[in-house]
């Protein structure tokens, strides 16, 4: 495309915004594929009503305020027709992992407050095994954090404190540190994310396994790959 965007996340972005229908009160995660959709939707305003959305992070409320998306609270009682976000990498069984954007607790909390969730990825993010490429990122209490660290030790090979280019600690939108981890070769990532959340000090990890209903994985030459549950 002449004019920067990325092909694969262009398609992605304009396959889930066909999934948005009118009337919807959405879920929009964080990312650049989440706030293309948010551009996207911005542009065809004029052809369909805007959506409601609650944001999973800061800076997706930002934009998505810009564009004249009503803002709703997860208040106990709204559920979310649909939820829309990135992914890192996209495993078998559409198990994701998320949190490169240190927004996956409240994601995921996006994410399980909807009917349906739908991921928008290139084709590049899908892998044969997690974490091949890309660290699970775990989010902390920031008090004792390295004793947190010490547990997440006993099950991960790996587990690096996330920081700024001048070495500061990055903090999530609720104020936490992010330990990004391996896993190991053999991991079974839903056991393996059942320890981890059960370890003293996690307040969240970025293994999101059996969430995800479909996949939009965008490609290159502009089609999208689709992938449902049970079938990917």
């Not at 004249?68 to 027709?81: S, Y």
Request: with cysteine; proline share 4%.
């Amino acid at each position: 495309m002449g004019d920067g965007l990325d092909p694969e996340r262009e398609a992605a972005a304009a396959a889930a915004v066909e999934r948005i229908e009118p009337g919807m009160t959405i879920g929009l995660g964080s990312g650049r594929a989440v706030w293309r959709v948010i551009d996207l939707l911005a542009s065809r305003s004029g052809d369909r009503p805007l959506p409601r959305a609650a944001f999973a992070s800061d800076r997706t409320a930002e934009l998505g305020r810009n564009a004249g998306i009503e803002a709703v609270e997860l208040d106990g009682e709204t559920r979310l027709d649909l939820a829309i976000d990135g992914a890192d990498e996209v495993g078998p069984e559409l198990a994701l992992i998320k949190g490169g954007g240190a927004a996956l607790l409240r994601e995921k909390l996006v994410v399980c407050a909807a009917d349906r969730f739908v991921v928008v990825a290139e084709k590049r993010k899908r892998v044969d095994r997690l974490a091949t490429g890309f660290k699970v990122p775990v989010e902390v209490v920031r008090f004792a954090w390295r004793d947190t660290r010490r547990r997440l030790l006993d099950l991960l090979p790996t587990a690096e404190l996330r920081t700024d280019d001048d070495g500061s600690p990055v903090l999530t939108d609720e104020g936490h540190h992010l330990l990004d981890c391996g896993l190991p070769e053999d991991a079974d990532p839903a056991a393996l994310g059942a320890a981890i959340k059960a370890s003293v000090g996690v307040v969240e990890h970025g293994l999101f396994i059996g969430l995800a209903d479909e996949v939009l994985l965008g490609r290159e030459d502009g089609g999208v790959d689709v992938l449902r549950r049970g079938q990917g």
